[in-house]
């Protein structure tokens, strides 16, 4: 696949997942980090050099308090999903080489942490990040779902397939799922710092009826549908 020159202002699909298809998330400290990252690294300023005290002691959803200048950010993360060994972005860029800067920040301080961490050495990501720019309006309207939909991996597989037997079981087990942006676009606070919902909650006209919708495009959609929306 071609990569697409970054253009300013445009959407883009970005995808990566460990070296090997091996897990970069082995605990929920895991997960915070990289979602501190997202925040920290989204500015023209370098991040400061602080010591990330997380609040990976506690259920308690949100971020650090941070005394710092407002950031500028260069990119606008509009939708993400994190799984145990890949994770998922819609983002636009916002300054020239927005996305470039972004993405080899979190990728080199995620996997610095990470390999302190675990005493490890090396790569944690598989190569470069596949991109995609969101041209279509096809992809623009059902990527979100496909993206948010991601969890249900873990538990419901068939879901691919679209043979899942308990939607309601399913929505509940999405909304107990912290580690993507659905949360923030169905009305319930989880990592709004780390988002610009407004461009597609106006879009999907409010977080009710994109939780609806979500359900919806679960139920409807079909396999060859999602096939349409892989990078992998």
Not at 123 to 133: D, E, N, S, T, W
Not at 138 to 147: G, T, W
Request: hydrophobic letters at 35%; glycine letters at 4%.
């Amino acid at each position: 696949m071609e990569r697409p020159t970054l253009v300013t202002n445009e959407i883009y699909h970005i995808y990566n997942r460990g070296v090997d298809k091996r897990n970069v998330f082995l605990d929920n400290d895991d997960y915070l980090r990289f979602v501190h990252d997202i925040f920290e690294f989204n500015d023209i300023a370098p991040a400061p050099n602080l010591a990330y005290h997380l609040r990976n002691k506690s259920k308690e959803v949100g971020l650090p308090n941070i005394h710092r200048a407002p950031r500028k950010l260069i990119v606008e993360v509009l939708v993400f999903c994190l799984m145990p060994n890949h994770f998922h972005f819609i983002m636009r860029q916002k300054k020239e080489g927005g996305i470039t800067k972004f993405m080899r920040k979190i990728g080199t301080g995620y996997t610095n942490y990470f390999n302190q961490k675990y005493k490890r050495a090396g790569a944690l990501f598989q190569g470069k990040y596949k991109l995609v720019r969101i041209e279509k309006d096809s992809h623009f309207i059902h990527l979100p779902y496909y993206i948010h939909l991601n969890p249900l991996d873990l538990k419901f597989l068939e879901w691919r397939e679209g043979e899942i037997k308990n939607y309601k079981e399913t929505i509940k087990f999405l909304e107990n799922y912290r580690w993507s942006s659905f949360l923030d676009y169905i009305g319930k606070k989880n990592f709004p710092s780390i988002i610009s919902r407004e461009f597609l909650l106006k879009f999907f006209d409010g977080p009710a009826n994109y939780k609806k919708e979500t359900l919806s495009w679960l139920k409807e959609r079909d396999s060859e549908e999602i096939k349409e929306l892989l990078l992998e």
